[in-house]
Nanobody, 125 residues
Framework: QVQLVESGGDLVQPGGSLRLSCAAS????????IGWFRQAPGKEREEVSC????????YYADSVKGRFRISRDNAKNTLYLQMNSLKPDDTAVYYC??????????????????WGKGTLVTVSS
C-alpha cells in the first residue's frame, strides 16, 4: 500500500528556513515522479517542485526558484524540500505527491495520483 507522510511544517519568521520531509512506503521513490505541491488559504493548489521519473531532472515553480531545493534520500525512501528565505506568501499546506508507475507528471505525462495529508507552513512575524 502506497503511503506518503509529510512532516516538518512549523511557524517561522520571514527570512527563515525550514526543511520538509516526506516519508514514502509501499513503493521505491526513484521509480516514480515525486514532488511537492502547496495550497494557501483561499487559493488553488500549485506545484512547487518535483523530480522527473524519466531522467531525475528537477522542476521548480518560478516563485520558489533560488530559494527552495528538492532532494531525496533513496536509502531512507524519503523526499525533502529545503525552504530558505521564506516569505509570508509561502504560507500554505504543503503536500507530497507521487504519480502512477510508468507516468511522469513532472515532465507533463500524467498527473499526481498518490497524496500525503499535508503539513502546514506558516511564515509570519
Amino acid at each position: 500500500q502506497v503511503q506518503l507522510v509529510e512532516s516538518g511544517g512549523d511557524l517561522v519568521q520571514p527570512g527563515g528556513s525550514l526543511r520538509l520531509s516526506c516519508a514514502a512506503s509501499g513503493f521505491t521513490l526513484d521509480d516514480y515522479a515525486i514532488g511537492w505541491f502547496r495550497q494557501a488559504p483561499g487559493k488553488e493548489r500549485e506545484e512547487v517542485s518535483c523530480f522527473s521519473s524519466t531522467d531525475g531532472s528537477k522542476y521548480y515553480a518560478d516563485s520558489v526558484k533560488g530559494r527552495f531545493r528538492i532532494s531525496r534520500d533513496n536509502a531512507k525512501n524519503t523526499l525533502y524540500l529545503q525552504m530558505n528565505s521564506l516569505k509570508p506568501d509561502d504560507t500554505a499546506v504543503y503536500y507530497c505527491a507521487a504519480g502512477l508507475h510508468g507516468t511522469d507528471y513532472c515532465s507533463g505525462y500524467g498527473h499526481p495520483f498518490y497524496w500525503g495529508k499535508g503539513t502546514l507552513v506558516t511564515v509570519s512575524s
